[in-house]
């Protein structure tokens, strides 16, 4: 039995997390997400289930994914095994430090803090791509299997098997090839991967339904015609991003191109060293295209135009125009709102998103006055935006029928003229106007830092008169133990060491020569030194731990730096980590004000989200052919549209849900299981076919209750009652790309030509019906047996 419930993310677009139960007895989140507002409300429904969970599953790096992780370990009391990708560890931890670190330079934030982070980090078991897990504990019998989803490097898609149910939990993946990532391993070529193909359930989510992508270059192309025209205009660009998952699809793409040009480009977070650092050691999990540029000894995020900037300031390093990828991705927080703020009362700068944004973000609404201005500009000229949408999403509910058959995406007839036509939303400037919380982190000025002070060196005097009591009390102590250590020590050479210890340069008695009857002991001139005892305890001799305090990591040359700079010599050396360097050295204090921002800046919006488009969901989807559906994480608008479209397709699943946050969700098969005991002669009288690891056969017997038993009993049926033999039963299941590589395997030329059909030695055809049996066609000849008997050899018959 499979129950569902959506904790998160259902009918909206929030944060993600969701519910699985198995029998009653096993439940597996997945995704435990939040936003950077941290409204602890949001976790109510986590909060009555976080202490149950036996099993956590994290898919991205990002917020959405598990920004509330740290938070429920800590006082939820989520303590259960937790599982998720090497990159996503590495990353998911850096954004969550610059989260902190946006917030805390800005505002008292008491959430949770770093050591919650990493604490909570640490009970990650990290796994690799293809990689079978099979779950311990409560969660035995229970098998886990992440696969490369795109999007975000170490992003993953999720499979749960337990016995004959598999689960699939596919959100936010890509199976268009990027710079530094492949597509997502479900769809490639034109083909469903095998291991996901016709799950239990699938769920899936319906951010982009209503969304037709233009091609890939025509939006890199907007990208950069539109920095240059502002950097040619004397202006600069900010382009808000996250912190760790996408920016390096950006930093990467923007590096590249920056190479000739004379502007600065600068990446500026809190943790932009360590994020670059790990992605240089993480490019495995990238695609084939960044792994041949190492094979060359050239790391690709070795960058040559790219600065490093963790500290607001450091921009005063590069005056005039330049170009900062700045977070936080909501502008809600962090540098990116800084700058919005500086930057966009003017008419010079640009502001380019290149995400949407969080719902109910300042983002997110300068998306939508960009929608309305573009919207409006548009029907001056002629046909609405909206209608151009709608005709789109007509053609593509009518094309996706034939794509989805023959492997291929579906579309309309003139999907590139579609593109291109969405592409034409340009450039706008803005006249906005909002009131906009603001919170700064500024130095103590006047009378609060004469205060400051004050209290300052109140404190440091009450520190050093309890330091200095009890470094006396711990002097005493030592003396007492000396004492007991050298009884044996004569009074005389306590004098001596007293004597030699407080004055210098004198005539003294040597203590370790004696004179004769002749001879007198003669003094020396000599610098005294004490050779203090050494002390031991249980554990060995005691250290005192001044000795190893050093001033720790020093720059300079004899420091430990890290060499980043390019070959054209654009790049920085960096002496030592950066964000270890205090931002500020003076007193500060917190101040929160509201203030209305009038906007009059450029904007853009171009979408590299990294995200499959409507006409891609549609597509790959209904190939996945999933006996259940679960719609998960989009709009109302896009819910409803995602689940039409599936209805609309004969070969679709018609349990298709859409649940709304809270609802519990019972998928399970309608089946019985009812317990009876074998006989012996029925058992010795069975034929068992293997399939996997089962071993198969067809009963035909008499129930009957024994007198001294309550469970049933099967036994043969007398040859009086028996009704002969029965019709052979196929057990099994196998898919036509399977089957394609089995008979080559046996030397028969297998193509797939039309609709799903697969030719065989261009005599036979083998394709699927409505209702997923193997149809054999072709003439009866020798080929036609000799394929029937490998399909025979597929299945178990019984």
Same mark, same amino acid.
């Given at each position: ?112 803090? &770093? ?37 975000? %490097? ?41 291991? &996901? ?13 209503? $969304? ?129 703020? !500086? ?92 009131? +906009? ?103 060995? !001799? ?22 980043? !700079? ?9 002496? !030592? ?19 209305? $921002? ?25 190939? $996945? ?23 609309? %397709? ?20 309608? +089946? ?70 089995? &008979? ?31 149809? %054999? ?13 490998? +399909? ?7």
């Amino acid at each position: 039995m499979i129950v569902v419930t959506a904790i998160s993310g259902a009918q909206n677009e929030d944060a993600l997390c969701y519910l699985v139960e198995f029998d009653n007895e096993v439940k597996i989140l997945l995704d435990c997400g939040w936003n950077d507002q941290f409204n602890v409300e949001d976790l109510k429904h986590l909060r009555r289930v976080a202490k149950q969970v036996d099993c956590l599953l994290l898919s991205h790096p990002d917020l959405p994914h598990l920004g509330a992780f740290p938070y429920a370990c800590t006082n939820f009391s989520l303590n259960c095994p937790v599982y998720a990708t090497v990159p996503v560890v590495n990353m998911g931890r850096m954004c969550l430090h610059d989260i902190y670190l946006s917030k805390t330079n800005s505002m008292e934030f008491d959430v949770f803090g &770093l050591e919650n982070v990493d604490v909570a980090f640490e009970k990650i078991t990290p796994l690799k791509y293809s990689q079978p897990m099979a779950l311990g504990g409560k969660c035995k019998g229970i098998t886990i299997t992440a696969y490369a989803a795109g999007h975000t %490097i170490g992003g993953t898609i999720w499979r749960i098997k337990k016995d004959t149910e598999d689960v699939v939990y596919a959100v936010d993946y890509n199976h268009k090839k990027e710079r530094h990532l492949d597509g997502t391993v479900m769809h490639f070529n034109g083909e469903v991967l095998d291991a &996901l193909s016709r799950p239990s359930l699938m769920i899936t989510d319906a951010y982009n339904s209503l $969304v037709i992508h233009p091609p890939r270059k025509q939006r890199e192309s907007d990208l950069f015609e539109t920095i240059h025209s502002t950097l040619a205009s004397s202006g600069s660009v900010l382009i808000p991003t996250d912190s760790s998952a996408r920016v390096l699809e950006l930093a990467y793409l923007l590096d590249q191109r920056f190479q000739n040009v004379n502007y600065p480009l600068i990446l500026l977070t809190h943790m932009s060293y360590r994020t670059i650092q790990y992605a240089k050691s993480m490019l495995e999990w990238m695609s084939d295209a960044i792994n041949r540029q190492f094979d060359s000894r050239e790391n690709p995020f070795e960058f040559k135009s790219l600065r490093l900037c963790h500290r607001l300031k450091d921009l005063n390093q590069y005056p005039g125009p330049k170009v900062v990828l700045a977070s936080n991705l909501s502008l809600e927080t962090g540098y990116a709102k800084d700058l919005l703020l !500086e930057w966009g009362t003017s008419k010079l700068n640009n502001v380019i998103l290149v995400d949407r944004g969080p719902p109910n973000s300042l983002a997110r609404r300068l998306y939508n006055e960009w929608i309305r201005m573009t919207t409006e500009q548009e029907k001056e000229g002629g046909r609405s935006m909206e209608e151009d949408i709608d005709i789109v999403i007509d053609e593509v509910n009518e094309g996706q029928k034939d794509g989805a058959k023959n492997g291929q995406l579906g579309g309309p007839k003139d999907g590139h003229q579609t593109g291109q036509m969405l592409a034409t939303r340009q450039t706008v400037l803005l006249d906005y106007r909002e009131k +906009i919380q603001i919170h700064k982190r500024v130095p103590l000025e006047g009378s609060e830092l004469v205060e400051y002070n004050l209290e300052l060196q109140t404190r440091q005097q009450r520190e050093a008169a309890q330091a200095a009591l009890i470094a006396r009390s711990k002097s005493i102590i030592e003396e007492s133990d000396d004492d007991d250590a050298s009884s044996d020590t004569s009074d005389d050479d306590e004098g001596m060491e007293e004597l030699l210890y407080n004055q210098f340069d004198l005539y003294v008695r040597d203590a370790t020569k004696s004179g004769g009857f002749f001879k007198q002991t003669q003094s020396y001139r000599m610098f005294p030194y004490v050779e203090k005892r050494k002390r031991f305890d249980d554990y060995g !001799e005691i250290l005192a731990p001044e000795m190893f305090e050093g001033g720790g990591r020093r720059s300079g040359s004899g420091g430990l730096g890290v060499e980043n !700079e390019g070959r054209d010599g654009k790049g920085e050396q960096e002496k !030592e980590d950066p964000t270890m360097v205090q931002d500020f050295d003076v007193p500060t204090k917190y101040v929160n004000y509201e203030e209305e $921002v009038h906007f009059r800046c450029q904007l853009r919006f171009v979408d590299l989200e990294g995200l499959n488009d409507g006409r891609a969901l549609k597509t790959i989807v209904p190939q $996945v052919q999933p006996r259940k559906l679960i719609i998960i994480h989009a709009s109302p608008e896009a819910t409803s549209d995602f689940a039409q479209s599936c209805f609309v %397709i004969e070969s679709m699943t018609r349990d298709i849900y859409t649940p709304a946050v809270g609802e519990v969700l019972n998928v399970s098969a309608a +089946i019985n299981f009812y317990r009876v005991k074998l006989t012996d002669a029925l058992v010795s009288s069975l034929k068992f076919s293997r399939l996997d690891e089962y071993d198969l056969a067809y009963i035909t017997g008499m129930i009957h209750l024994p007198p001294d038993s309550s469970v049933p009993v099967l036994d043969l049926v007398s040859p009086d009652e028996s009704t002969g033999g029965h019709l052979p039963v196929f057990i099994g299941e196998i898919k036509l790309t399977e089957l394609k590589r089995v &008979l080559q395997a046996e030397g028969i030329i297998a193509e797939f030509k039309g609709e799903g059909v697969l030719v065989c030695n261009e005599k036979v055809a083998v394709r699927k019906s409505t209702n997923g049996q193997l149809v %054999i066609e072709g003439s009866l000849s020798e080929d036609y047996y000799k394929i029937r008997d490998v +399909i025979y050899g597929q299945h178990a018959i019984l």
